[in-house]
């Protein structure tokens, strides 16, 4: 968390223009394409957990394909991958917390075109995801916001 927490507020460069750290993301995990107008919430979490010396999956440039990475969880804990549901295709982040509501708050690339931490309806959840191996789980801290849940991950 602390690397993905470390990209807060990078933002999509809107037209044909790619953000420079989105396109080292890009760069570094050997992606075909080179904009940031594809969805990146793949890409994102791929950097996050290559930087952290872990292996992501295969398409990691699908968010849905993260639902067969690593090991399954019941319930959230703190930093998990959580892959959601949506019209088109799926979406991709990291648990950060729940807000008083029960909403899941997610930190995560592309949500409103920039890296950020959004509540999210728990019912989109299709999978809760932990690396292999012996890494500590945490509870979720209750996180206060007003913000809106997530209806714009792409």
């Not at 396109?23 to 990146?40: E, N, S």
């Amino acid at each position: 968390l602390t690397i993905a927490r470390s990209y807060l507020g990078v933002i999509e460069t809107p037209g044909p223009g790619t953000t420079p750290i989105i396109g080292q993301w890009l760069k570094r995990l050997r992606a075909w394409w080179t904009d940031d107008a594809t969805p990146w919430c793949g890409v994102f979490a791929a950097d996050v957990i290559t930087e952290a010396g872990l292996e992501p999956p295969p398409q990691w440039y699908r968010a849905k394909a993260w639902a067969s990475w690593g090991v399954a969880l019941t319930a959230p804990v703190l930093g998990c991958v959580v892959v959601f549901e949506r019209t088109g295709g799926g979406h991709v982040g990291f648990v950060v917390g729940r807000d008083p509501r029960g909403r899941l708050m997610v930190l995560g690339g592309n949500q409103g075109d920039r890296v950020s931490i959004v509540p999210f309806d728990p019912t989109r959840v299709i999978a809760l995801r932990w690396p292999a191996g012996d890494f500590e789980r945490l509870p979720l801290p209750v996180i206060q916001t007003s913000a809106a849940s997530s209806s714009q991950e792409a």
